[in-house]
């Protein structure tokens, strides 16, 4: 059985630059408490080795002390000022990745100009909230999962992405915005990452009998990579290979590998060797 992985796969450079920012603060700060606004990465094995260092991982600001690292999802304006205002915060370490940062600055800026922002998006996903949150009054979320259900009644509009979701997606909903408005500006804000990740696994989905994606369950982009592959071929998602039913194997000439943007590189390559050794019995 042949065994392939996608050319761009792994940790992306946002999720890595927070990961060794949190390692850093791990190692000079030992003695302190350290919290994390919310899980880093998608992935039990990595949270548990950070609990085990004393980080703890919370989306609650009331109960932050000492040490504080902003994840790569960002926070609201609102959100940072109540961690800057808590006296028993000794420092914070903001890790945004910068792709997210552009967000916040340019839905900001489009409300001043008198845009009304559409967000094109999950509600509930930490990234979006924070964008929804510093612009709430003149902000529309629509899922992709969802659609277009109701619009506001406004003549000028600036449309962004989740910086995670589906490329083709976007434009399909984007396609259907552009004719309601008097005035649509549309900002490509999907991560080049996150675009050059999905197009490698739609070649490599269209190659294989089976794909699998590995990720958290909880993870957006993961759940999204699958989906994408499952257009082209069987895939099937886990966090690691050994919850992967082997029946599943059985067959395959060619089996390919994906990963969210928050999956170790160790879970990678131990999915790969494993593959590569299958023999079915």
Known sequence: MEVEIAKDIGFCFGVRKAIESLDKVVDEYSKEEIYVTGELIHNKDAIKKYEE?????????????????????????????????????????????????????????????????????????PETRGYYLNVKDNCT???????????????????????????????????????????????????????????????????CDLMVVLGGYNSSNTKKLRDLCAKYTEAVHVERISQLNPEILKGKRKVGIAAGTSTPDWIIQETYEFLKNYTPS
């Open 53 to 125: 260092s004393n980080v703890k991982f919370s989306q609650n600001i009331n109960e932050y002390n000492g040490i504080v690292v902003i994840r790569a999802h960002g926070i609201s304006d609102e959100e940072r000022e109540k961690i800057k205002s808590n006296h028993n915060v000794k420092k914070i370490i903001d890790t945004t990745c910068p792709y997210v940062l552009r967000v916040h600055y340019l839905t900001k800026k489009m409300v001043k100009e008198g845009y009304h922002i559409i967000i094109i998006g999950e509600k509930d996903h």
């Open 141 to 207: 979320v629509i899922e992709p999962s969802v659609g277009i259900k109701e619009l506001p009644k406004v003549k000028k509009v600036a449309v962004f992405a989740q910086t995670t979701m589906n490329y083709e997606k976007f434009k399909e909903i984007v396609k259907e915005l552009v004719t309601e408005f008097d005035e649509t500006r549309i900002f490509m804000t999907i991560c080049q990452p996150v675009i050059n990740r999905q197009k490698s696994v739609i070649e490599l989905s269209k190659e």
